[in-house]
């Protein structure tokens, strides 16, 4: 579109200052004419042909450089906004809100459970699953981030500060990141993140040695890096949680369970991935290995 304007633009103008016995009425009425030296100039203007000036004609040599200009540009700008669609891929899709749960029912990590069996902390669980079926997925990471305002004296302005949290890696320890070697299409994935103090209601007030109490516009970043298999290219993908907002529940997110006789995709709890298990006491099924 802009293009057609511009060699719309270049057109009118070049008919204006041509040196013609025509009137101007005349010139600019002769739409056949018009139009064809408006397409001679969109092909110009891509590159793929040339405007022939009239002789000694200085504003004819003007608008022809800058169709010639605008044609060597226009091609590299083109190709930069394809392949900036290409590979931006955002193949990750994110729970709808991060859930709160007693440290003791994290029952994907047992040991961890039974560490924190007669404590009050709560964990926070992030999940997310890769929903392009044809996009292999491996070197998977996961990071996360707390960012928050606070006065450093009363009579201070605000000033952002950003701590970086620890989450649970593949044995249930706590780590500076969570890896994962693969990612098998659809397979749901977590990232625990200890608050390392209780959560008895919304909003928590306190994680991992931060008082929050004080602060203003807290924030959790949980940030994701992995590799594309044949391209190799690096997918990055993020999401913040509002600790003010409604960006957590309390309670334990609806697993998967695991049917390898069928495809992922008929795998029970898809319809209910955003939902809550009602709080029986009792562990839930066995999830995916990659949770």
């Known amino acids: 579109m802009a293009l057609a304007v511009l060699a719309s633009l270049i057109a009118v103008a070049w008919t204006l200052t041509e040196d013609s016995g025509r009137s101007m009425g005349e010139r600019l009425g002769d739409g056949k004419g018009l139009l064809s030296l408006t397409l001679e100039a969109v092909r110009a203007c891509v590159g793929t042909d040339n405007l022939s000036p009239e002789r000694n004609s200085v504003e004819h040599e003007l608008l022809a450089t800058f169709a010639s200009l605008t044609g060597a540009l226009a091609p590299a700008l083109l190709l930069g906004i394809v392949l900036v669609k290409m590979f931006a891929l955002r193949p990750f899709v994110w729970r709808l809100r991060a859930s709160v749960a007693p440290a003791s029912r994290v029952h994907q990590f047992r040991a961890y459970a039974l560490r924190h069996r007669d404590s009050p902390n709560a964990v926070i669980a992030v999940r997310f699953y890769n929903h392009i079926d044809n996009l292999a997925l491996a070197d998977l990471r996961a ?7 606070e006065r450093p004296s ?20 706590e780590a500076d990141e969570r890896y994962w070697r693969s990612v098998e299409r659809g397979a749901p994935f977590t990232v625990w993140v200890p608050l390392d103090a209780p959560a008895a209601r919304m909003p928590f007030t306190e994680i991992q040695g931060k008082d929050l109490t004080g602060a203003h516009g807290a924030r959790l970043l949980v940030r994701l890096t992995a590799r594309t298999i044949g391209m190799d290219t690096e997918v990055v993908d993020e999401r913040w949680f509002d600790l003010d907002g409604d960006d957590f529940e309390t309670g334990r997110f609806v697993p998967l369970e695991p049917n390898l006789a069928k495809d992922v995709w008929s795998w029970k ?3 209910e991935f955003d939902d809550l298990l009602p709080d029986q006491g009792t562990p839930p099924p066995s999830t995916h290995p990659a949770s």
Not at 154 to 173: H, M
């Open 143 to 149: 990071t996360a981030h707390l960012r928050y305002w």
């Open 269 to 271: 709890g898809w319809r």
């Open 154 to 173: 009363q009579d201070d302005l605000f000033v952002i500060y950003r701590k970086r949290l620890k989450v649970l890696d593949e044995k249930g320890d």
